[in-house]
């Protein structure tokens, strides 16, 4: 499956963004049996899990770092994640990658079983 992430930008501390990942690729509601994840990577840093979302949406995971202010949700007719990011702050600033475990309902907290990245779209928050 082909992903594609958009949404990103500069932002000041405090605002919000939200962003969105479309896979192609997947006949039917095949979509709706995957797994979805976004990661992101700080500049100097290795990538890290951010969020995740059970194929049929009923399951959210979230790094610590991200509880409470980031929400994960998906829209299965329209093979598409969301990322929605509020109270952003500089060390949000990263690279989000939008993932997909095409082979299991869930996603660990980890890239662990990932089949499909998407190329990212940089997240820059201004303090």
């Known amino acids: 499956v082909q992903l594609q992430a958009s949404g990103g930008g500069l932002v000041q501390a405090g605002g919000s963004l939200r962003l969105s990942c479309v896979a192609s690729?997947?006949?039917?509601?095949?979509?709706?049996?995957?797994?979805m994840g976004w990661f992101r990577q700080s500049p100097g840093k290795e990538r890290e899990f951010v969020a995740s979302v059970s194929a049929g949406g009923r399951t959210t995971a979230y790094s610590d770092s991200v509880q409470g202010r980031f929400t994960i949700s998906r829209e299965n007719g329209k093979n598409t994640v969301y990322l929605g990011i509020e109270g952003l702050k500089p060390e949000d600033t990263a690279v989000y990658y939008c993932?997909?475990?095409?082979?299991?309902?869930?996603?660990?907290?980890?890239?662990?079983?990932?089949?499909?990245w998407g190329k990212g779209t940089q997240d820059t928050v201004s303090s």
């Open positions: 993932a997909a475990n095409t082979r299991s309902l869930v996603i660990l907290r980890s890239d662990y079983g990932i089949t499909d």
């Open positions: 690729g997947a006949s039917g509601n095949t979509f709706s049996k995957y797994a």
